[in-house]
């Protein structure tokens, strides 16, 4: 079976009901980090930008959380941006990064496109896009991991998910569907990502340029704009990423964040939450010092004083700390006045961060750290390896994602925040997708 039979053919009640089970919660999950997101200061310059830059056309698509019709290109800048600006979605270990951030804004504004001209997608056919763009988007990212030197960010392969699952909903024959695939391949940026975790910006991961890039190949396609195959796809280097594909699910392999922060920082943070539950009177006024052992990506991440979000989510120090001292970690603390906040800084300023060579051995496969806190009565208490919670081993449960969703979309209201969660679960048995996620597309009122 070719891709493009793949994505033409595929029903997503093929997937065995474990992948469908964690792609709806991939949903929620994502749709939770934007609402929390939307009134960030990336969120609304991009939506800013889209609505000077991109005036609506005829595939108009509602900027998430806010309404405002624009062209589905700059829908696409915005969403991805959006998505990508908290940083607490989901990810997937092999890629070294994310489908999701990229694909769900993207589609939305697709099947929102597609709504207003009067063409409706259901809820079953968008879960069975969704369900494509993840799959195809992650195995994009895990060949070009594995034929490329430098670590790359997730807008350098996602946006192949994107017209994998856009090409199914426009219902792109095969020489259209393979130069989408190859303008796509050819103008995504191939961003270096440890240039971004040495100085974090607003540009993050990369998925305002991923969702950007698949939504413009496919509407380039689509008008009969020719582009080159698709290396990372069709070459023969990479065959073994594709071979069974609907046989096997990368999906599976998708972890799941806690907390708001880079997932390198995220194994310190469950080693001392352990550390605090096994002793109870642990707290910032008892610690002296803590030391990180971890492996070397990181260590990159220190961040002891961030000077904004940005910084604040690439950081380790400081969100360890902020866990410490507030007892949470949501967005609240890695954004606003909390990144400057003193008693946070005073124990941030304690924290030490070094690579140890045993557990960068086990990274990628592996992402691990060690806690030693050493406290001011001068007992030391020393956590084992720990690995964050929410990987495929530690998985969050399905209460635990729905209590990270409430407190993430808690700025939209209980009553529309239960009506977002109610319609993604339902999505499946809804006659018009846009009509049932109708709450996610109207603006947040402070």
């Known amino acids: 079976m070719s891709l493009y039979e793949f994505c033409r053919d595929f029903d997503f009640l093929q997937a065995p009901v474990k992948t469908r089970e964690i792609l709806q919660n ?72 994310h489908a999701g951030a990229t694909v769900v804004p993207a589609l939305l504004a697709l099947a929102d496109a597609l709504h207003h001209q009067g063409k409706h997608v259901s809820g079953h056919e968008l879960l069975s896009a969704l369900c494509l763009g993840y799959e195809t988007g992650l195995r994009a990212g895990t060949a070009l991991m594995a034929t490329s030197p430098t670590y790359h960010a997730s807008g350098g392969f996602s946006a192949i998910g994107v017209v994998c699952a856009g090409a199914r909903l426009l219902g792109f024959d095969e020489p259209t569907f393979r130069h989408a695939l190859g303008i796509a391949e050819y103008f995504s940026a191939r961003c270096p990502m440890m240039r971004l975790i040495a100085f974090p910006t607003m540009l993050r991961d990369a998925h305002g340029s991923g969702a950007f890039v698949g939504l413009n190949a496919l509407l380039m396609a689509r008008e009969g704009v020719t582009g080159a195959p698709a290396e990372t796809v069709e070459d023969a280097s990479v065959a073994e990423h594709w071979l069974d594909v609907g046989q096997r699910w990368e999906i599976d392999s998708q972890y799941f964040k806690p907390w708001p922060v880079c997932r390198w920082a995220q194994p310190a943070l469950t080693a001392m939450l352990q550390l605090q539950q096994d002793h109870p009177a642990l707290n910032a006024d008892t610690i002296e010092t803590i030391r990180v052992e971890t492996f070397y990506e990181s260590m990159c991440l220190q961040g002891h004083t961030p000077a904004d979000a940005d910084q604040a989510q690439y950081a380790l120090a400081f969100p360890l700390a902020a866990l410490i001292v507030r007892g949470k970690l949501g967005p609240d603390e890695v954004t606003g006045e909390s990144i400057h906040a003193a008693d946070i800084r005073a124990l941030s300023a304690r924290i030490e961060i070094v690579e140890a060579a045993d557990i960068s051995a086990r990274f990628p496969n592996e992402i691990l750290s060690r806690v030693t806190v050493t406290l001011k009565n001068g007992n030391v208490l020393v956590s084992p390896i720990t690995a964050a919670r929410g990987d495929p081993e530690t998985a969050l449960s399905r209460e635990e994602l729905e209590q990270k969703f409430d407190l993430f979309a808690s700025s939209l209201g209980h009553e529309r925040s239960l009506a977002v969660k109610q319609a993604i679960r339902n999505l499946g048995q809804s006659a018009s997708a846009i009509a049932t996620l109708e709450p996610i597309f109207e603006r947040i009122h402070p």
């Open 26 to 97: 991939s949903l929620l999950d994502i749709v939770g980090v934007m609402a929390g997101a939307a009134s960030n200061d990336t969120s609304v310059a991009l939506r800013r930008f889209a609505v000077a830059h991109y005036p609506a056309g005829e595939f108009g698509s509602r900027l998430l959380f806010d309404g405002q019709r624009v062209n589905l290109l700059g829908a696409g800048w915005a969403g991805g941006f959006s998505a990508d600006s908290l940083d607490a979605h989901e990810g997937h270990f092999r890629s070294k990064g």
